[in-house]
T-cell receptor, first 115, second 113 residues
C-alpha cells in the first residue's frame, strides 16, 4: 500500500478484556516496528520484526503483550487482560530493510483507551 | 544503551521568529540521527536525517540540523517559523549496530500567527 495502515484507529475497551491491534506495513518492507506513546511521553519501543521473526522483543512491558507477523506483511499486537496503564497510542512503523540508517515510516496509530 | 534527551518540552513562538530545538544523545559510537515531525492529526514523518558526511543537514520546509559530535548534539533549526510549523517534533538516534531508533520525549511547538 501507499503507507503504513493501522486498525482500529480508536478502541475503547473494558479493563480485563483482550485487544488486537493490526498493522499493514508498506508493501515490500521487511522490517516492522511497534512503539507505544503514552500521553505526554515519548515513543517507547515494544518489538521489532525482520521478516516474520522478532529478533528484538525487549520492549514488551509484560507477558500480557505479544505480537506476531505473518507472510512478511501484516502484524498483530495483542494485549491480554488490559489494564488502565495500557491506555496509549500504539504506533506501527516499517522500513525497507531494517538496515541501520534506513528511514522508518509510521502509521497513524491506534488509540487505545482502557476504562 | 542509547538514549535521547530533548530539553524543551513546549515552545511557543510568533511567526517569523527563529527556532532552535535541542537534542542531545548518549552513545559513544557511530550514530544515525533523525528528526521526525507530527502535524496535528497526522502521522509521524521524517523531517531530516544524518548518517555521515557534512554535519549540517538540510531537510524539508526550510529546516536544518547540525550534528556536533563533541557535544553529542543534533539541534534542529529554522530561521523563520510559520504558523503551519505547529507540530510535535521528535529527535531519534540509531546506534551503528542497531536496527531500532530510540526517540526523545518530543517537543511541542506552537506558532502564533
Amino acid at each position: 500500500g501507499a503507507g503504513v495502515s493501522q486498525s482500529p484507529s480508536n478502541k475503547v475497551t473494558e479493563k480485563g478484556k483482550d485487544v488486537e491491534l493490526r498493522c499493514d506495513p508498506i508493501s515490500g518492507h521487511t522490517a516492522l516496528y511497534w512503539y507505544r506513546q503514552r500521553l505526554g511521553q515519548g515513543l517507547e519501543f515494544l518489538i521489532y520484526f525482520q521478516g516474520n521473526s522478532a529478533p528484538d522483543k525487549s520492549g514488551l512491558p509484560s507477558d500480557r503483550f505479544s505480537a506476531e507477523r505473518t507472510g512478511e506483511s501484516v502484524s498483530t499486537l495483542t494485549i491480554q487482560r488490559t489494564q488502565q496503564e495500557d491506555s496509549a497510542v500504539y504506533l506501527c512503523a516499517s522500513s525497507r530493510t531494517g538496515t541501520s540508517g534506513n528511514t522508518i515510516y509510521f502509521g497513524e496509530g491506534s488509540w487505545l483507551t482502557v476504562v | 544503551a542509547q538514549s535521547v534527551s530533548q530539553h524543551n518540552h513546549h515552545v511557543i513562538l510568533s511567526e517569523a521568529a527563529s527556532l532552535e530545538l535541542g537534542c542531545n544523545y548518549s552513545y559513544g559510537g557511530t550514530v544515525n540521527l533523525f528528526w521526525y515531525v507530527q502535524y496535528p492529526g497526522q502521522h509521524l514523518q521524517l523531517l531530516l536525517k544524518y548518517f555521515s558526511g557534512d554535519p549540517l543537514v538540510k531537510g524539508i520546509k526550510g529546516f536544518e540540523a547540525e550534528f556536533i559530535k563533541s557535544k553529542f548534539s543534533f539541534n534542529l533549526r529554522k530561521p523563520s517559523v510559520q504558523w503551519s510549523d505547529t507540530a510535535e517534533y521528535f529527535c531519534a538516534i540509531q546506534s551503528g549496530g542497531s536496527y531500532i531508533p530510540t526517540f526523545g520525549r518530543g517537543t511541542s511547538l506552537i506558532v502564533h500567527p
